[in-house]
T-cell receptor
């Protein structure tokens, strides 16, 4: 089983739609959780950090369910510019500051 | 502007040659990381360093080497022993201490093609 699992998609949605991505992680000891956004052939960029049960930033809402070991990302009122791959990222299990990256979920927002 | 720079953006090499990828940061971050990304796949950790003059192997260190002589710099050498070196290489850094110790910030990457 992969340490961080995501549905690869693609999710193809019209502009204005609400879309949600889920991610599951295998180790209950993980403490820090993130969503990164990666555009085609570019570097990943930090979208949101999820340090408690969840947080919201404008159109983006991230939620964490520790009991079920999953993290979600909700995007409301999708824009064309939201088209990208969204990476679910979880902190490692040892004392280092390593991160474990999911393979990503691809989002395509159409006009 | 604070950030992470990687050079060059594109690099072409012949098989059998060693090549060194540059990574510099001016964010005053303690920790630095090297990842490899292959088409359609996630990031895989090659090496990481939490402090100057110290570094550890990641999940796929074979065929790679690093040094961390300065806080700002973490160069990666892809040796001829690396069987499939063609990939997108990403350098990242994080504070490595305090509340935001895990948040990693990435450089623009280097695309290496070996023929």
């Amino acid at each position: 089983r992969k340490e961080v699992e995501q549905d690869p998609g693609p999710f193809n949605v019209p502009e204005g739609a609400t879309v949600a991505f889920n991610c599951t992680y295998s180790n209950s000891a993980s403490q820090s959780f993130f969503w990164y956004r990666q555009d085609c052939r570019k570097e990943p960029k930090l979208l949101m950090s999820v340090y408690s049960s969840g947080n919201e930033d404008g159109r983006f809402t991230a939620q964490l369910n520790r009991a079920s070991q999953y993290i979600s990302l909700l995007i409301r009122d999708s824009k064309l510019s939201d088209s990208a791959t969204y990476l679910c990222v979880v902190s490692g299990m040892d004392s280092s500051y390593k991160l474990i990256f999911g393979s990503g979920t691809r989002l395509l927002v159409r006009p | 502007d604070g950030g992470i720079t990687q050079s060059p953006k594109y690099l072409f090499r012949k098989e059998g040659q060693n090549v060194t990828l540059s990574c510099e940061q001016n964010l005053n971050h303690d920790a630095m990381y090297w990842y490899r990304q292959d088409p359609g796949q996630g990031l895989r950790l090659i090496y990481y360093s939490q402090i100057v003059n110290d570094f550890q192997k990641g999940d796929i260190a074979e065929g790679y080497s690093v040094s961390r002589e300065k806080k700002e710099s973490f160069p990666l050498t892809v040796t001829s022993a690396q069987k499939n070196p063609t990939a997108f290489y990403l350098c990242a850094s994080s504070m490595g201490r305090g509340e935001y110790s895990y948040e990693q910030y990435f450089g623009p990457g280097t695309r290496l093609t070996v023929t």
